[in-house]
């Protein structure tokens, strides 16, 4: 029986250099660990399923305190239609401005056609400090 034989089932130690049985996972000779013991350790299922719902209950819809959410579009017709005395003001519960739009018209009408543009470019919903 030559070493040959069992050359392939063989290997080296890492630490004395010496040949050691190639399942050996701790050198006989030096007594160092040569193999991460891998079937050892237990098989660890890591069964993450996480069930969050991350709902958003704010009644307010997380805008800034102080802040409100209002609907582009109601607001846009009421401005459309009723700019000239500040309804989509009063709507947005800027109440001195609508005062304002009510006795000016609108700002004479250009306060009204600013405001009934510049809704045209608001998200919907939009936020109104
Ligand atoms: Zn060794």
Redesign the pocket.
């Given at each position: 029986m030559s070493e040959a034989s069992t050359a392939t089932e063989t290997k080296f130690?890492k630490?004395?250099?010496?040949t050691?049985a190639k399942k050996a996972v701790i050198?006989p000779?030096?007594?160092?660990q040569?193999e991460e013991t891998k079937s050892a350790q237990p098989n660890i299922v890591i069964n993450n399923s996480n069930q969050n719902s991350n709902q958003n209950n704010n009644v307010n819809g997380g805008v800034p305190y102080g802040a409100r959410l209002k609907n582009k579009w109601v607001s846009f017709l009421l401005c459309l239609w009723l700019g000239y005395i500040g309804a989509h003001k009063f709507y947005e519960g800027k109440i001195g401005a609508g005062i304002l739009y009510l006795f000016t018209g609108g700002l004479f009408g250009i306060g009204w056609f600013i405001d009934t543009l510049a809704l045209l470019f608001k998200p919907n919903p939009y936020v109104v400090y």
């Open positions: 130690c630490e004395c250099g010496k050691i050198c000779h030096c007594g160092c040569v």
